[in-house]
């Protein structure tokens, strides 16, 4: 399998900023994406990164390194409505581009 | 990006009986994927619906328990068989609809009793 791997929870405090780590297998891989999913809706896309280096949108960034098999989102100027799953996904293997996805981190922001 | 139709959104079923859920795209899409969400975990691939050929199943998924149906570029079907509560799940459809966008359904939410 790839083993993505994410922390299972993360608490923080609304305003503050906050970090969430993943790591990958590197064979086949091809892309790296982060969704949010709040409870009972679908995942929706956050973010992106094929190259090395930090991917800036707002207040979410996402940083790749390929070499380390590590990505990270950063979530700044936490908002209660972040409070949500999110889910690291490589992108792997050939004609088929398909998506694995990690265990999901759960973030609740706290007043 | 692509939109996505799936149905059910959900549904309850007895076991031992089988559910079709459909996804309907609104473009031509060369890749859909179906996936399994049990409660509380991350997202699994089933499988890979291919246009004109078999599906390509992931490991600890085999086609008589979810037969793939992928007939044209914008619909598939997936069928839970022979159900058991272990089954009960939130089923997504998703599409590569570029290169960088991956979108899903909205999901069927079984539940098998």
């Known amino acids: 399998g790839q083993n993505i791997d994410q922390p299972t929870e993360m608490t923080a405090t609304e305003g503050a900023i906050v970090q969430i780590n993943c790591t990958y297998q590197t064979s086949g891989f091809n892309g790296l994406f982060w969704y949010q999913q709040h409870a009972g809706e679908a995942p929706t896309f956050l973010s992106y990164n094929v190259l090395d280096g930090l991917e800036e949108k707002g207040r979410f960034s996402s940083f790749l390194s390929r070499s380390k098999g590590y990505s990270y989102l950063l979530l700044k100027e936490l908002q209660m409505k972040d409070s949500a799953s999110y889910l690291c996904a490589g992108r792997y293997g050939g004609a088929t581009n398909k998506l694995i996805f990690g265990t999901g981190t759960l973030l609740a922001v706290q007043p | 990006s692509a939109v996505i139709s799936q149905k059910p959104s959900r549904d309850i079923c007895q076991r031992g009986t089988s559910l079709t859920i459909q996804c309907q795209v609104d473009?031509?899409?060369?890749?859909m994927f179906w996936y399994r969400q049990q409660p509380g975990q991350s997202l699994t691939l089933i499988a890979t619906?291919?246009?004109?050929?078999?599906?390509?199943?992931e490991s600890g998924f085999v086609i008589d328990k979810f037969p793939i149906s992928r007939p044209n570029l914008t619909f598939s079907t997936l069928t839970v068989s022979n159900m058991s509560p272990e089954d009960s799940s939130i089923y997504l459809c998703?599409?590569?609809?570029?290169?960088?966008?991956?979108?899903f359904g909205s999901g069927t939410r079984l539940t098998v009793v």
């Open positions: 473009s031509q899409v060369t890749m």
């Open positions: 998703s599409v590569a609809d570029s290169s960088t966008g991956y979108t």
């Open positions: 619906a291919n246009q004109g050929s078999e599906a390509t199943y």
